[in-house]
């Protein structure tokens, strides 16, 4: 295996490592965004009935 080889093979597994971590911050982000429209939902719904 030559040196090409080699930072090939490192520069793959960066971004295997890089995938895996960006995916998670993905999902992450979007249940956060999706219990905040949730959650938005919800107050609006109830603002509405104490409010009529």
Excluded: D, H, P, T
């Amino acid at each position: 295996m030559n040196i090409w080889e080699r930072r090939a093979r490192i520069r793959k597994w960066q971004e295997r490592r890089l995938r895996r971590k960006l995916s998670g911050v993905v999902e992450e982000v979007c249940c956060f965004i999706g219990a905040l429209a949730w959650l938005s939902f919800l107050g609006y719904a109830f603002a509405k009935e104490v409010f009529k």
